[in-house]
Antibody, heavy 119, light 109 residues
């Protein structure tokens, strides 16, 4: 069965960095686009970034552009999000999600990893 | 990059029907037939309920249906059940990004 397991969240100071990982299993990872989507405490969902199946196409939300970098390793069935220059407003649960195409629709989600940016 | 607009809350009694709207623009909802809806229970990950405006993934009850008119998409839940109480989010393809709606809390009275 499809599984997405995020890791790497934690407490970090403003201006700091963190790298999230998402381990995928139960499907051919290299066939799918993948996204990171976040949810601040008590708030709604916010799309962060997505990457094409080969990694050749990448998009970011304006709120993270220039600070976050999405990447993938198809050999390791893994998705990553490098987060630099973190701000308090980046505090959220970060989900990785599978997209069966580049159409912004997400059929499987991980359980999420919490990132807290605070001094 | 603007979020889609949803009502903050809706409510209905068991057995009734409710409809949640999702309003965007011609650059997202109105421009493509790629609207999806997600159900999220407290402390859980979102679950895909509707894709391509009106298609249901395997396992989603046919009580859930989707539609679109112009720049507004809608999710209708008929025969409300207690377990339908949750937050619902719409999402639309918009080219280089995928905006979500702000979410609607459904209360089953």
């Amino acid at each position: 069965q499809v599984q997405l397991v995020e890791s790497g969240g934690g407490l970090v100071k403003p201006g700091g960095s963190l790298r999230l990982s998402c381990a995928a299993s139960g499907f051919t990872f290299s066939d799918y686009y993948m996204s990171w989507i976040r949810q601040a405490p008590g708030k709604g969902l916010e799309w962060v970034s997505y990457i094409s199946s080969s990694g050749s196409t990448i998009y970011y939300a304006d709120s993270v552009k220039g600070r976050f970098t999405i990447s993938r390793d198809n050999a390791k069935n893994s998705l990553y999000l490098q987060m630099n220059s973190l701000r308090a407003e980046d505090t959220a649960v970060y989900y990785c999600a599978r997209a069966p195409g580049d159409l912004g629709q997400y059929d499987y989600w991980g359980q999420g990893t919490l990132v807290t940016v605070s001094s | 990059q603007s979020a889609l607009t949803q009502p903050r809350s809706v409510s209905g009694s068991p057995g009734q029907s409710v409809t949640i709207s999702c309003t965007g623009t011609s650059s997202d909802v109105g421009g493509y037939n790629y609207v999806s809806w997600y159900q999220q229970h407290p402390g859980k990950a979102p679950k895909l309920m509707i894709y391509d405006v009106s298609k249901r993934p395997s396992g989603v009850p046919d009580r859930f249906s989707g539609s679109k008119s112009g720049n507004t998409a809608s999710l209708t839940i008929s025969g409300l059940q207690a377990e339908d109480e949750a937050d619902y989010y719409c999402c639309s393809y918009a080219g280089s990004y995928t905006p979500f709606g702000g979410g609607t809390k459904l209360t089953v009275l």
